[in-house]
């Protein structure tokens, strides 16, 4: 945004500091009027014909900017990817070990990165690495939706975990009562 001197076109349009529109106007009496009123003359848009300028406290109106950036900072939430890294033979406590910790992983709101590492013969039998990510999304199903798919990547194969949404739990259809069937004439029994 330019401001003040830094304005070099000879006419723009004017708006007060209320938002009152003051006309189109040369720029030095449009300077002088913000000088006398203890204010900058800040242009809003450029690309107008002719720019739009607005009588304004400058500095204030920065700090408001930056106030309401740093709120908007606040709000957002970083997701990171986590990686648990397994291979095609893996044991089932070191299985339940590397789950745990992807489940505590996607409860912190992370995604979850599952790598199966192949080595020598083993890409071969990628299918036990396929098998292994398999159970890997049946322990997670109920907190966790499949982002991206089981891909092989060189010699890993990787999966993508995200966590379910909250709040978005598919709500059940109250069950109608034996009563209300039968005054509907369906008579409760099919």
Excluded at 68 to 95: G, S, W, Y
């Amino acid at each position: 945004m330019r401001i003040n001197e830094e304005i070099h076109i000879r006419e723009v349009r004017v708006t007060s500091a209320t938002g009152e529109q003051l006309g189109i106007m040369q720029t030095r009496d449009a300077l002088r009027l913000a000088e006398e009123q203890h204010l900058d003359l800040v242009e809003v848009a450029p690309k107008a014909r002719p720019p739009v300028c607005r009588i304004m406290d400058f500095g204030k109106y920065r700090y408001e900017q930056q106030k309401r950036e740093k709120e908007a900072k606040k709000k957002q939430k970083v997701i990171t990817i986590k990686e648990v890294k397994l291979r095609p033979n893996i044991e089932q406590h070191d299985f339940d070990v590397k789950l745990k910790n992807a489940l505590r992983f996607v409860e912190e709101g992370n995604k979850v990165k599952v790598t199966i590492m192949f080595r020598g013969r083993e890409m071969s039998h990628q299918e036990l690495g396929r098998d292994v990510l398999d159970r890997v999304a049946e322990c997670m199903k109920d907190k966790v939706q499949i982002e991206r798919g089981a891909k092989v990547e060189g010699r890993n194969m990787t999966m993508v975990l995200a966590p379910k949404p909250a709040g978005k739990t598919p709500k059940a259809k109250p069950e109608r009562s034996e009563s209300n069937n039968e005054e509907q004439g369906n008579g409760g029994d099919k």
